[in-house]
């Protein structure tokens, strides 16, 4: 894994026409936008552009619009790239519920390994994704521009025009990484998705740290089997309070959190076990005599 600085840039334009009109990026999916899904696994990125509409977002951002409004993808890249430093661009487009930050990586790794000039995204169907990917951004500039010079700009023009003349690098799309939703068949497919019980753990532990600004890995099974012990060894509504607890002093401890988190984890089970075994056994009070049944 590289440490490759990027900027990014998130385009979140666009009619939505089979979505009737309505504001794409805005619509939720789990809980939170699908702008902010996607901003939250580009949080490496230097300076992240959003090309679009001024919204509300989950953190800091610089906007950008194409011009004209409704330019099309080329255009509204370009508007993008004029805002960035980074001689890495990674591309992402806003409909994305489902990217990864390791699918991000991956894209960055395969760009700085391979020595070509982008890194796409290639879709189970073997479609190339240039809106799934990372860009050197010298030769991207140098597309757009000779673009915009052989057609008197870039306002309507394809996507499948800008990877023509670049050196590409292939990257395999991992499960639902390219699932976009474009209709509300595909929102309602995604809504579905994430709460199904192999996800749902997952997809609200994300959405929760995104929503407190909190950005730590932690190991939920861990958790898990604290408030299990806390329920069961001490009194049910421990179980909350308990994993509340262990967060607070994970905050205080500082350093590292994942390991903070562990630490605390791991005296408060002791702790649990150390409560449950004093719970007399059942039947236990009525040998307290003596043989002879005398007090």
């Excluded at 050197?136 to 023509?164: I, S």
């Excluded at 005296?267 to 040998?287: F, H, I, T, V």
């Amino acid at each position: 894994m590289t440490a490759t600085a990027y900027d990014a840039i998130v385009l979140a334009g666009g009619a939505a026409k089979r979505l009737g009109g309505v504001d794409k990026p805005g619509v939720r999916v789990g809980g939170r936008t699908l702008l902010d899904r996607v901003l939250g696994v580009c949080r490496g990125a230097g300076t992240t552009v959003v090309v679009g509409g001024r919204r509300a977002t989950v953190r800091a951002v610089e906007w950008a619009r194409e011009e004209p409004a409704g330019g099309g993808p080329l255009a509204a890249l370009d508007a993008g790239v004029r805002r960035t430093a980074a001689q890495t661009l990674l591309v992402l487009s806003a409909d994305l519920p489902f990217i990864r930050s390791g699918t991000v990586q991956r894209l960055l790794d395969a760009l700085d390994s391979s020595g070509c000039e982008a890194a796409l995204l290639v879709d189970a169907g073997g479609r190339d994704q240039p809106l799934v990917a990372a860009y050197r951004a010298e030769p991207l500039r140098r597309e757009l521009a000779l673009l915009a010079a052989e057609h008197g700009g870039l306002c309507g023009l394809p996507l499948r025009l800008l990877t023509h003349e670049l050196a590409l690098a292939r990257v395999a799309a991992g499960p639902l990484d390219s699932f976009d939703c474009d209709t509300w068949e595909d929102i309602a497919a995604a809504r579905s998705r994430i709460r199904e019980h192999g996800h749902v753990l997952d997809e609200w532990m994300t959405a929760v740290k995104d929503e407190l600004g909190i950005e730590l890995d932690v190991d939920i099974n861990v958790l898990l089997d604290l408030a299990r012990d806390a329920a069961h060894g001490v009194a049910r509504p421990a179980a909350p309070l308990t994993t509340f607890l262990v967060g607070y002093a994970a905050a205080k401890a500082g350093g590292d959190g994942p390991q903070a988190v562990a630490e605390a984890a791991r005296k408060a089970a002791a702790l649990a076990a150390r409560w449950a075994e004093e719970e007399e056994p059942k039947g236990e009070a009525a040998g307290h005599g003596t043989e002879d049944g005398a007090g």
